[in-house]
């Protein structure tokens, strides 16, 4: 029972989660006894996934992954923010400690921050993380105003975020290092389509994007 207050229909919520969690651990155990024994030992995840923290997202569950696979760090928009401390300890964890070979940046359609940062509103202290997928609209404005239809316009905003952040991984001076002298982590660009269930691969060329950023120099 919880010590707060809560209505009738959030109790039976609440109550059902902890519920549940006793039925899943136990049909853990059933097929594999030492289960949670081994996974505590330690991580050997495959991928750093970074995503937006949207509660429609399961990523467990729309990729099929289980306990240990996936090192998860979540946010508004799938940022990936070079000021962030916390996302960028997730990241120096993940590659220079767990030493994972694949980080995703998955966003997807119907993406709220998206949304919000092209609607020409202000949303105040969200105001200051909304700008960084303004400027992404900036650079692709021209073919972002050509788009008459603002769903659509919104999801290739969404895939252009994505991308964004991809390259933003490449600037990390850690991530860059490992990749040069080892070959991972390779970096992947995903986009989830809520309305289909299905996850794209939007096929990100890391050897591409370091050849450009050399040749911009």
């Keep these: 029972m919880s010590i707060h207050k809560l209505s009738v229909e959030d109790q039976k919520t609440y109550d059902s989660i902890f519920m549940q969690n006793r039925e899943w651990a136990d ?17 050997n995840p495959h991928f750093l996934y970074i995503g937006c923290s949207d509660s429609r997202v399961p990523i467990g569950d729309l990729t099929g992954m ?47 921050g998206v949304i ?8 105040g202290k969200m105001d200051g993380w909304l700008d960084k ?13 050509g788009i008459s239809n603002k769903e659509e316009e919104n999801d290739l905003l969404a895939e252009y975020n994505v991308i964004a952040q991809c390259e933003q991984l490449m600037q990390i ?3 860059r290092k490992s990749y040069e ?24 060329d890391v050897d591409s994007y370091l050849e450009q950023a050399k040749t911009a120099k």
């Design 27 to 43: 049909d853990k155990k059933k097929h594999d006894r030492s289960f949670f024994k081994e996974h505590f030992k330690e991580q």
């Design 66 to 112: 289980d306990i240990g696979d996936i090192f998860v760090h979540r946010n508004i928009a799938n940022l990936v923010s070079l000021e962030d401390d916390n996302i960028m300890a997730v990241l120096q964890y993940g590659v220079d400690v767990l030493q994972i070979k694949n980080i995703v940046v998955s966003g997807h359609h119907g993406c709220g």
């Design 116 to 123: 919000a940062a092209n609607s020409g509103k202000n949303y």
């Design 133 to 145: 997928i303004r400027a992404v609209r900036l650079k692709h404005a021209k073919e972002l105003d």
């Design 173 to 175: 001076d850690f991530i």
């Design 181 to 204: 002298e080892n070959g991972y982590p390779k970096v992947h660009a995903w986009v989830y389509d809520m309305r289909t269930g299905l996850l794209h691969d939007m096929e990100f």
